[in-house]
């Protein structure tokens, strides 16, 4: 019966032994599935998960994106969060595809994570911005002024403001593809690329190094340890809390081990790391001066059709216009005032997650291929037999919500075997007020990034763990001894 490393349905694969490396394997692979794949089950599921539905925050897109930001009422569901910038979301989506290339999109019917390839090594190492390095990824770099070492870039007709590269069809020549999915992350690269060519300027004027290859090797390396950094002392203790990331650090990982290399579980993958699907927003300012007259540009985060494929309204990627480009102030906190905060994390997804663009789904088929994020979210959880947040939380020997927690669950018989997804965001919600993620959703998420970190033997936690930031930052007093996003973004010189 099961072969190709698909089970049965009615099977739960067997224990992940972690073996081999670069696969997605599990945490708990002792634990059964929350549910079995019935029809009775995925109608549940289908049901919690639509446009319209328990989870969506029902937001008057109708209003436009700027009304959306202004006047909280058209939101009224939809909770800003007071602890986390909008810029998290993006930083967030940024880490995911640097740490898996997951071709395997599709909801088919149970597959064994055993058996599906991560096609990269998983790690924090940035493979997304460098490709397979110079030699490997030789489009990706400039190989004029820049002698093969500094990444190429592209104005994108606004002065000062720059693009990734692109062929003559406008798709972006970047390490990943999916850096490319909105306008937003697209212009993250950009910063990265920057970020390193002004650590190559660095490494050459500072350390005083010649030789292009020695540039480029310690470059690379400043940039991977000040990113590495970032994830762990602003990221992880901002959506984690500072007390998890800590113990972690101290006391060592109690879920997460692996034999020879480290790998991906289906517990953080396709439920606990999807906890940021919940933090975006209707509607973002992308810049302040992108519009006829300097005016500001705003767009929804994408539109089911956007307009002119060239320059849509919304904020979708694969495309370059003089307005495309992203002012970071309102991202991450420059002190300016400008800041908007990103959606709390829990069970309430905004709007126009529920009709995803045909961009990203292509096909759309109600049962089998929702356009809705949420539906897709949930049936992943039988396409991986996930066991339920009830259950982790007793195997993590950690507090268990109760069916009260979960009564909008319980006319599914769900409130007391919930998907573990729901109940992560569920979770955060009533612990932490929706600000960071719960007891089980920050362990799992803390324990699989600092894993990743210490299995690279190239990282600085594995080869220096008492190192320290070095570039500049912008308050002088955390010089030497902290690093943020806004100093990278500032160090780029994209802000």
């Not at 970032?230 to 101290?250: M, P, Q, R, S, Y």
């Not at 096909?363 to 949930?378: E, G, H, I, M, V």
């Amino acid at each position: 019966m099961a072969h190709h490393g698909v089970y049965p349905h009615d099977i739960v694969p067997p224990r992940s032994h972690y073996y081999d490396s670069g696969r997605f394997g599990r945490l708990f692979g002792k634990l059964p599935a929350f549910a079995s794949d019935t029809p009775d089950v995925r109608a549940a599921l289908l049901e919690i998960g639509k446009a319209g539905g328990i989870m969506d925050a029902k937001d008057k897109l109708s209003e436009g994106p700027v009304k959306l930001i202004t006047d909280p009422t058209l939101s009224a569901k939809n909770s800003d969060n007071p602890t986390l910038t909008a810029g998290f979301t993006f930083l967030g989506q940024f880490l995911d595809h640097d740490m898996t290339f997951d071709p395997t999109s599709s909801l088919e019917r149970q597959s064994d994570p055993e058996h599906i390839a991560n096609f990269r090594t998983p790690s924090l190492a940035l493979d997304n911005v460098y490709g397979a390095g110079p030699g490997g990824s030789p489009h990706l770099y400039d190989q004029g002024p820049g002698k093969g070492i500094k990444f190429l870039l592209e104005e994108t007709g606004t002065a000062g403001k720059q693009d990734v590269p692109r062929n003559s069809q406008n798709v972006a020549l970047i390490g990943d593809p999916r850096d490319d999915e909105n306008l937003i992350i697209s212009q993250l690269q950009v910063a990265f690329l920057k970020f390193h060519n002004a650590a190559v300027e660095h490494v050459k004027t500072k350390i005083k190094l010649t030789a292009p290859d020695q540039i480029f090797a310690e470059a690379q390396r400043i940039v991977r340890w000040h990113y590495q950094w970032i994830i762990v002392h602003e990221f992880l203790k901002k959506t984690c809390g500072e007390a998890a990331v800590n113990d972690v650090l101290e006391n060592g990982r109690k879920f997460y081990k692996w034999h020879n290399d480290p790998f991906i579980p289906v517990e953080f993958s396709v439920a606990a790391y999807r906890f940021g699907h919940s933090q975006v927003r209707p509607s973002y300012r992308a810049n302040f001066t992108g519009n006829p007259g300097s005016q500001p540009f705003f767009g929804m985060i994408f539109t089911p059709t956007p307009s002119n494929p060239l320059d849509p309204d919304d904020l979708s990627g694969g495309c370059r216009a003089p307005r495309r480009f992203i002012d970071w102030p309102t991202f991450f906190d420059f002190r300016d005032g400008s800041v908007r905060p990103n959606k709390k994390i829990d069970t309430t997804l905004s709007t126009a997650l529920f009709k995803l663009p045909g961009s990203v789904v292509s096909n759309p088929d109600a049962k089998t291929n929702p356009s809705s994020l949420a539906q897709r979210n949930l049936l992943r959880h039988l396409t991986f037999s996930l066991p339920s947040g009830q259950r982790v939380a007793k195997a993590m020997n950690l507090p268990v919500l109760s069916k009260g927690d979960l009564g909008d669950l319980k006319q599914y018989g769900l409130d007391d075997r919930t998907p573990l997804w729901f109940y992560i965001l569920r979770e955060a919600g009533v612990i932490e007020n929706g600000e960071r993620l719960g007891p089980v959703g920050g362990r799992i998420i803390t324990e699989v990034f600092l894993g990743l970190i210490q299995g690279d033997r190239t990282s600085y936690l594995s080869q220096e763990p008492d190192w320290e930031p070095f570039l500049p930052t912008v308050d002088t007093s955390k010089q030497g001894e902290d690093f943020s996003m806004v100093d990278l973004l500032r160090f780029a010189g994209v802000a």
